[in-house]
C-alpha cells in the first residue's frame, strides 16, 4: 500500500513530513511504542525525529516493530527495505537512495520515509491531533534517478574508479601500501553485468637489532566479469570469469570461465529479508606458476565444477546466515574444498543479544602451492602461501543492555568524535 509512495530512486521519498509542535502535548502513556532496527538512520538522528512516538529497547514491548534491510541497486546505491509490522496490520516500502549521497542525506531520507509509514499505526490515536503534515514540493532540477521514461545518454551503465594508498614507519618498522580498482555495471530486470578489476602492492621493512633489514613484497591484481539473465522470479543464469595475478599464492597469471545457473526458492523481490539459493557452476581454470608446484608443474588447465547452497533470514528477532560451497577438479576429483560459513545475530530477550560466526575450511584442492623449500623468514613473514588441510575462524560475542526502556533523550555534550 504505501510502497507506491516510496520509489523514488534519486533517495528521495514522498515529502510527507510528521511533525509535532508541542511534543509535551500528549501524555506519555498515548505515544505508540516503537522498536526500530535501522543501524543507517542514525540512533540518535532517530530519537531527535522520532519525538511522536516511544522507541523502546525490548521489541516484545513495541505496538510497531520496524526493520530496514539493504541491497545494493544496479545504479550502484542502495535499495532499502522498511518492514512496518503491529499486531493488526503490516506495511513495507521501498527506498532506493542514490550511490553518490551522504550518511546525511541517507539517514534524513530513511527517517522520512519511516515518518510516513507510521502514519497509518497511529489512526485512533491522540497522538494525531499534534500532527501536522507539510508537504514540500520538489524543486524543477529534481533528478527524476531511475530514468524510467527519460533519455540516459549513458544507456544504464554505471563505473567507479577508487586510489588509495597508506604509509607507516618508525624506527623497526615500514610499511608502504598503494591499491587501484575500477568497475562497471549494468542491471535491468533481465540482465546484470559486472565487471571490476583491482591491484594492490604492498612493500614491508623490518628492522632487527642486529641491523639486518628484511623487506617482505607483495603484488596481486584481479579482473572479476559475470554476466546474468533472468529466467523468472526464481530462477537465472549466467557466466563468470575471472583473471588474477598474485606473488603470494604463487600464481603469474590465472583465468578462469564458467556458465552458472541459480535457484531462489524465495522469489528475488524478497532478497532484502530472506533468500535461499542454489548455485552450481561448471568451467575450467587455466594457470601459469610463478615457480614449478609441488606436483611439478609450471603451466596447467584443469576442469573444474562447484555447488553452493546459501541462506540469508532476515527477522524481527535477528538473522541468520550460512553458506556451503563444495569445489572440484574434474581431472583428479581427489582435489576439492569444501567451505562452510555461517552467523547468527540473536535477540534472546530484551537487552540480550548473541552474535556467533563461523567459518570452516577442509582444503585438497592447492595445485598452486610451489615445490621449493621456503626459507624461515619466508614463512615468519608469509611470502608465499603455504599447504595446508583447513582453514578455521570462530568467534563469539554477547551483550547485556538493562535500565530505562525509554529513554529517548539526546544529550550530545562532550560526546568523543573519532
Not at 211 to 226: E, F, L, M, N
Not at 262 to 276: G, N
Not at 302 to 313: D, G, L
Amino acid at each position: 500500500m504505501l510502497q507506491m509512495l516510496l520509489l523514488a530512486a534519486s533517495g528521495e521519498v514522498s515529502p510527507l513530513r510528521a511533525q509535532t509542535p508541542d511534543s509535551t502535548a500528549a501524555a506519555p502513556s498515548t505515544l505508540l511504542r516503537v522498536f526500530a532496527e535501522c543501524g543507517a538512520c542514525e540512533s540518535d538522528y532517530l530519537r531527535n525525529e522520532l519525538t511522536f512516538v516511544n522507541l523502546v529497547r525490548d521489541r516484545k514491548l513495541a505496538d510497531v516493530h520496524v526493520l530496514v534491510t539493504s541491497l545494493q541497486s544496479g545504479s550502484g546505491g542502495t535499495q532499502f527495505s522498511i518492514e512496518l509490522t503491529s499486531a493488526t496490520r503490516s506495511d513495507t516500502m521501498l527506498v532506493n537512495v542514490r550511490a553518490d549521497v551522504t550518511s546525511i542525506e541517507r539517514r534524513e531520507v530513511l527517517v522520512r520515509a519511516i515518518k510516513v509509514g507510521l502514519l497509518p499505526f497511529l489512526r485512533g490515536n491522540t497522538v494525531m491531533d499534534n500532527i501536522t503534515l507539510v508537504y514540500k514540493p520538489p524543486t524543477a532540477t529534481a533528478s527524476t534517478g531511475t530514468a524510467r521514461g527519460e533519455r540516459d545518454r549513458w544507456k544504464g551503465w554505471v563505473y567507479r574508479i577508487n586510489a588509495g594508498g597508506n604509509i607507516e614507519a618508525d624506527d623497526n618498522y615500514g610499511s608502504q601500501q598503494a591499491e587501484l580498482g575500477v568497475s562497471a555495471s549494468r542491471v535491468t530486470d533481465a540482465i546484470k553485468i559486472n565487471l571490476s578489476a583491482d591491484g594492490d602492492y604492498r612493500k614491508t621493512r623490518f628492522t632487527f637489532d642486529d641491523a639486518r633489514v628484511i623487506y617482505r613484497h607483495q603484488r596481486s591484481w584481479s579482473v572479476d566479469g559475470i554476466f546474468v539473465k533472468s529466467l523468472g522470479p526464481h530462477l537465472s543464469t549466467g557466466v563468470v570469469g575471472s583473471a588474477e595475478s598474485s606473488l603470494f599464492q604463487n600464481i603469474t597469471v590465472a583465468t578462469e570461465v564458467a556458465a552458472a545457473v541459480e535457484y531462489d526458492i524465495f522469489p528475488y523481490r524478497e532478497a532484502t529479508q530472506r533468500q535461499i539459493i542454489f548455485l552450481y557452476t561448471l568451467g575450467a581454470r587455466s594457470v601459469d606458476y610463478v615457480d614449478s608446484t609441488i606436483f611439478g608443474r609450471i603451466a596447467e588447465t584443469r576442469p573444474r565444477h562447484s555447488f553452493t547452497a546459501a541462506s540469508e533470514i532476515r527477522q524481527r528477532w535477528g538473522s541468520v546466515n550460512g553458506a556451503a560451497e563444495f569445489s572440484q577438479y574434474l581431472h583428479d576429483l581427489s582435489k576439492r574444498r569444501l567451505e562452510l560459513n555461517g552467523s547468527v545475530n540473536w535477540r534472546i530477550i530484551a537487552g540480550l543479544s548473541l552474535n556467533v560466526y563461523s567459518s570452516y575450511s577442509v582444503i585438497r584442492d592447492q595445485l598452486n602451492i610451489p615445490g621449493a623449500e621456503l626459507t624461515d623468514e619466508d614463512r615468519l613473514l608469509r611470502q608465499r602461501e603455504l599447504a595446508s588441510g583447513y582453514s578455521l575462524d570462530v568467534g563469539v560475542g554477547i551483550s547485556y543492555t538493562f535500565g530505562s526502556l525509554f529513554n529517548n533523550v539526546v544529550n550530545p555534550r562532550m560526546r568523543r568524535i573519532d
